[in-house]
C-alpha cells in the first residue's frame, strides 16, 4: 500500500522569506501522481501544484514550486516570498490513477507566517 | 467556479443515532468522495462514486454506507452513530482528469 510521510507537523516563516515543506512517499509503481493541498481555516482544500512521476521537470505555479526526486521518493514543496494568506495546513498527497484521484494523504504540516 | 456544498458546517448527534451527510455539486461532475481528515491523521477515503448508482469503498468503509441516486448529489450514512466517527467529514466532486473540488466540510460530533 501506498504511504505518504509528512514529518513536521507545524513550521513557521516571516513573511516575504522562503520556506519548505518536506514530503516522502513509498510506492512500488512507476507512473503516479504527487500533489500539495492547501486548508485554510476556510476548511476548503485547494489544490496548490501537481506533479507528474513521468516527468522529470519539477512544477512551478507561480510562488510554489516542487523539488521532485523520484529515486528518493521524495516531494518537497517550496514557497517563495511568503505571504499571510499562505498560512494554512498544507498536505501532501499521491495518486495512482489519475482521474478517479483516489487520492492517499499526509498528516499534514501547519505553518503559520509570522509578520 | 465550482461549487461543493455540503449541508451542514457542524452537527453533533448521539450514539445510535442514523445520520445522513449531505453533498451537493453544481457542475456535472460524475466522480464524487466522501474523505474524513482526523487530526494526525490526514484525510482518508470512505467511498467514492464515478457515475450515479455506482460507488466503490475507500480504505475505511466500514460503519458507512453511501447513496448516489441523482448526479449531483453524494449521501454518506452513518447507520448507527459511534463515538470514534466523530471527526472532519470532507466532500470532493471532480471532472475526469481534472482537479478536485472540496467542500467545506462538515464538524460531527457524536455524543
Known amino acids: 500500500a501506498q504511504t505518504v510521510t509528512q514529518s513536521q507537523p507545524e513550521m513557521s516563516v516571516q513573511e516575504a522569506e522562503t520556506v519548505t515543506l518536506s514530503c516522502t512517499y513509498d510506492?512500488?509503481?512507476?507512473?503516479?501522481?504527487l500533489f500539495w493541498y492547501k486548508q485554510p481555516p476556510s476548511r476548503q482544500m485547494i489544490l496548490v501544484i501537481r506533479q507528474e512521476a513521468y516527468k522529470q521537470q519539477n512544477a512551478t505555479e507561480n510562488r510554489f514550486s516542487v523539488n521532485f526526486q523520484k529515486a528518493a521518493k521524495s516531494f518537497s514543496l517550496k514557497i517563495s516570498d511568503s505571504q499571510l494568506g499562505d498560512a494554512a495546513m498544507y498536505f501532501c498527497?499521491?495518486?495512482?490513477?489519475?482521474?478517479?484521484?483516489?487520492?492517499?494523504f499526509g498528516t499534514g504540516t501547519r505553518l503559520t507566517i509570522i509578520p | 467556479d465550482v461549487k461543493v456544498t455540503q449541508s451542514s458546517r457542524y452537527l453533533v448527534k448521539r450514539t445510535g443515532e442514523k445520520v445522513f451527510l449531505e453533498c451537493v455539486q453544481d457542475m456535472d461532475h460524475e466522480n464524487m468522495f466522501w474523505y474524513r481528515q482526523d487530526p494526525g491523521l490526514g484525510l482518508r477515503l470512505i467511498y467514492f462514486s464515478y457515475d450515479v448508482k455506482m460507488k466503490e469503498k475507500g480504505d475505511i468503509p466500514e460503519g458507512y454506507s453511501v447513496s448516489r441516486e441523482k448526479k449531483e448529489r453524494f449521501s454518506l450514512i452513518l447507520e448507527s452513530a459511534s463515538t470514534n466517527q466523530t471527526s472532519m467529514y470532507l466532500c470532493?466532486?471532480?471532472?475526469?482528469?481534472?482537479?478536485?473540488?472540496f467542500g467545506s466540510g462538515t464538524q460531527l460530533s457524536v455524543l
Open positions: 498527497a499521491y495518486s495512482f490513477h489519475f482521474g478517479n484521484e483516489k487520492l492517499t
Open positions: 470532493a466532486s471532480q471532472h475526469g482528469r481534472e482537479k478536485l473540488f
Open positions: 510506492t512500488s509503481e512507476s507512473d503516479y501522481y
